[in-house]
């Protein structure tokens, strides 16, 4: 049986796909420098979504949830990709350099002709408006 917090907030699952089971969102999990690259690239052919996610963080697991729900039907105009950030800090770092936009957590990028096109933080990414850009 689930525990209350768990219920609220949502496991500390290491995975997209635990992150939300009720959402048919695709995710795909960023953790190379190389992957960022050919997010880039492919962000000139199809907008790329960048999720940045702290696995231990209450607020980041219900927004990513709820975002989730939200856009579930985006999966044929957008990419969706998720950086866990307890894992892979430096490159969340490399994000934030190149893209020249403050490091959030929970945060959201959106990528699109190879700039961000949009972003938000905290509870403002359930406000943001995700489309083929």
């Known amino acids: 049986m ?8 949502g496991d500390n699952a290491d995975t997209p796909a635990k992150a939300d089971a009720n959402s048919s969102l695709v995710w795909s999990e960023l953790h190379t420098s190389e992957a960022l690259a050919a997010l880039t690239a492919a962000s000139f052919e199809r907008p790329q979504l ?3 996610h702290s696995t231990s963080c209450g607020i980041s697991s219900m927004v990513l949830r709820k975002f989730g729900l939200q856009h579930a039907d985006n999966n044929n105009q957008v990419s969706f990709h998720l950086l866990d950030l307890l ?6 770092n490399e994000i934030a350099q190149k893209f020249e936009i403050p490091h959030q957590s929970p945060q959201l990028l959106l990528i699109a002709h190879g700039k961000v096109e949009l972003h938000a933080s905290h509870y403002d990414i359930l406000q943001a408006q ?3 850009r």
């Open 87 to 92: 894992r892979n800090r430096s490159l969340s």
């Open 2 to 9: 689930a525990s209350f917090f768990s219920k609220l907030f």
């Open 50 to 52: 960048i999720f940045k």
């Open 130 to 132: 995700i489309s083929a």
